[in-house]
């Protein structure tokens, strides 16, 4: 079933080959194949279409038809402007000119915000900046106590004056940390706060105050990589409601597609930053644009 | 799927509502072309009339026929142990609070088991649960053995005579041998002192096709009974389930809605149907 979009597209070519130029029945049968393998990984259709479009339009051109196997040319082009689409400018965190930098993450339940907050501290941490870590998930059952104990393991400092469990202002906290950070030398802040839906107004609308209690120096937004089609909606309705400066992919270490990459990438048209590949801390990596084209499209 | 044409937009239109709502691409392909036959041998003309069809043709991939009970009672002296399972984070420990809910607002009695001593603050989070619907929680230190655990709770319930036993197990991808290994051995340990009556797999509505896999896999190491679909109170719509029921049989019992208590519902099939066809 799942097949490889090199084998489909090779299957494809061998009945053509020798032909020399494309027709245009032949640039369809491709496109479809292509279409299949990008939805099987979870692109989001609208983007799929897009994308489409510019490879057919790609493989009508000299580069193709000049080609000694067109499906390898095809598939380069494919590899090509995934890779295009999902680099871009690709960079890390941008530090503030005057310390501390505040990092706040934002995202769906359970797509690893709290997990990702304790491995990017280790990370900075381990290239000596003195973060430190804030409990503003007041909501979720023990999301306090799992940010100490991910901060104990990095061993980077957790502020947490509110137990949370629903006790607690989430944007009071946020907004104090900054001080606290200031007045201890800490130069990061890095802010987990509670898991919402894009249609949750009420939450979204907390998310936002957060925002402008703190004005974060990078607002990421944290998103599991085995998200279907429901990408374009989540990705849009956090852009709308709090907005990121980048994406943290997470759950990597499985083996989903991950197709979420080049919908959000495609749509917002915000860089992902972060790769998460594991529970551990250090399972954590910077985003590769090639190898995330090549896990997408299984080749 | 507005106006009385139809044509050739139409299709385009029934295959991508299925496509945006997760069920696949090769599934909404066969969907809409049954659709499409249907439609030519009953000589259909409307749009209204391919929208009662496409919800009937859903219907039956879904099979509403199905026993979607979820097994509570206890047999004789022995509890009734239901072990949740599931890939990291699509709401095992919520879904075992809000179940241990149901079962104690029905008048009984519930253990719940914190057999992930993995997961930073787990524990306490299936303790908060405890505390918040009335349950007994069976937990030991981080790093415990999980299936010790689990057999733990098991025991702890037959001794207080309690009607269920709920096990919350850590979060794992199917892809991690070790971790299935492991979670293989938490089912054959509890089954030394009492039957396993339900085996829950949870699903995150947002999930996309890779649900498929994590359906297989759990499926093959201990033979899940039933499926929880979570997160249905976002715009997710969960049909990844559709290949899911079909493939494994293994029906889809209890929907998520929310992170309340309360927020647990009995999975309809028509609902879920109709939640599809809702952007159409
Ligand atoms: N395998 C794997 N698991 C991960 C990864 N990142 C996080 N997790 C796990 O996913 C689950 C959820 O992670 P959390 O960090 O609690 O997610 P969250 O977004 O903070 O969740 P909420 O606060 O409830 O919204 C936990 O079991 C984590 O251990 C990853 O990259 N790979
Ligand atoms: N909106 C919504 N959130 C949910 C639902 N079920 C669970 N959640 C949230 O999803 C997040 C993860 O839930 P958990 O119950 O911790 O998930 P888990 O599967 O036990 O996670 P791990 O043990 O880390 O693998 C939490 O923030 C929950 O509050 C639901 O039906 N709807
Ligand atoms: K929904
Ligand atoms: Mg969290
Ligand atoms: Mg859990």
């Known amino acids: 079933m799942f097949e490889t979009l090199s084998d489909r597209l090779t299957t494809v070519?061998?009945?053509?080959r020798g032909k020399g130029r494309l027709s245009e029945e032949d640039i369809n049968t491709t496109a479809r194949e292509i279409r299949v393998a990008l939805l099987e990984a979870d692109v989001a259709l609208p983007v799929v279409r897009e994308f489409i479009a510019r490879i057919k339009e790609r493989a009508r051109g000299a580069e193709v038809s000049k080609a000694l196997n067109p499906a390898q040319q095809v598939i380069k082009i494919v590899n090509e402007?995934?890779?295009?689409?999902?680099?871009?400018?690709?960079?890390?965190?941008?530090?503030?000119?005057?310390?501390?930098?505040?990092?706040?993450?934002?995202?769906l339940q359970g797509s690893g915000k709290t997990t990702l907050a304790g491995k990017l501290a280790k990370w900075l941490a381990d290239q000596r900046?003195?973060?430190?870590?804030?409990?503003?998930?007041?909501?979720?059952?023990?999301?306090?106590?799992?940010?100490?104990?991910l901060g104990e393991r990095a061993k980077v400092p957790v502020y947490a004056p509110e137990p949370g469990n629903g006790v607690g202002d989430p944007v009071e906290v946020a907004r104090s940390s900054v001080d606290y950070a200031r007045r201890n030398n800490h130069n990061v802040v890095i802010i987990d706060t509670a898991g919402r839906l894009g249609v949750d107004e009420e939450m979204m609308r907390q998310a936002a105050d957060i925002r402008d209690a703190v004005s974060p120096d990078e607002i990421l937004f944290v998103v599991d990589a085995m998200i279907g089609q429901?990408?374009?909606?989540?990705?849009?309705?956090f852009l709308d409601g709090v907005g990121y400066d980048a994406v943290a992919l997470t759950k990597l270490d499985g083996d989903a597609r991950g197709g979420a990459a080049l919908s959000i990438r495609h749509i917002t048209g915000r860089p992902i930053m972060f790769a998460s590949t594991g529970e551990k801390l250090e399972d954590f990596d910077l985003f590769h644009p090639d190898r995330m084209a090549s896990r997408i499209l299984d080749m | 799927l507005a106006g009385d044409k139809l044509d050739e937009e139409t299709w385009e239109e029934v295959e991508e509502i299925l496509i945006t709502a997760d069920v696949g691409v090769t599934s909404a392909t066969q969907i809409t072309d049954a659709l499409r036959t249907r439609v030519k041998v009953l000589g259909t003309r409307s749009a209204d009339e391919v929208r009662a069809l496409l919800r009937a043709e859903l219907l039956a991939h879904i099979n509403p026929d199905l026993d979607r009970s979820v097994r509570t009672e206890p047999h004789g002296d022995r509890p009734a142990v239901i072990l949740m399972v599931g890939v990291n984070g699509v709401g095992k420990t919520t879904t075992a609070g809000k179940l241990a809910r149901v079962v104690v607002g029905d008048g009984g009695s519930v253990v719940l088991g914190a057999a992930d001593t993995f997961r930073a603050a787990a524990a306490e989070q299936l303790q908060t649960w405890g505390d918040r619907v009335g349950a007994t929680v069976v937990r030991r230190g981080e790093g415990?053995?999980?299936?010790?655990?689990?057999?733990?709770?098991?025991?702890?319930?037959?001794?207080?005579?309690a009607g269920t036993v709920i096990i919350d197990t850590a979060g794992r991808l199917h892809t991690k041998t070790g971790l299935m290994d492991e979670l293989g051995k938490v089912k054959r340990v509890v089954e030394k002192k009492a039957q396993v009556d339900e085996v829950l797999l949870v699903l995150d509505a947002t999930t996309g096709q890779n649900g498929l896999r994590q359906a297989r896999v759990f499926a093959e190491v201990v033979n899940v009974t039933?499926?929880?679909?979570t997160k249905m109170d976002?715009?997710?719509?969960?049909?990844?389930?559709?290949q899911v029921q079909r493939e494994l049989g293994v029906p889809v019992k209890l929907v998520g809605l929310g992170e309340g208590p309360d927020d647990l519902a009995l999975f309809d099939p028509e609902a879920f149907v109709d939640a599809i066809l809702e952007s159409s």
């Open chain 1, 129 to 149: 900046n003195t973060p430190l870590l804030v409990a503003a998930d007041l909501q979720r059952p023990n999301a306090v106590t799992q940010l100490q104990v």
């Open chain 2, 234 to 242: 976002g715009t997710a719509k969960g049909g990844i389930i559709i």
């Open chain 1, 81 to 107: 402007e995934l890779i295009e689409v999902l680099g871009g400018e690709t960079r890390t965190i941008r530090f503030a000119k005057t310390p501390p930098t505040v990092i706040m993450l934002a995202g």
């Open chain 1, 13 to 16: 070519f061998s009945s053509l």
């Open chain 2, 144 to 161: 415990a053995d999980p299936a010790s655990v689990a057999f733990d709770a098991v025991a702890k319930g037959i001794e207080e005579g």
């Open chain 2, 226 to 229: 039933g499926i929880v679909l």
């Open chain 1, 230 to 237: 429901d990408a374009v909606n989540t990705a849009q309705a």
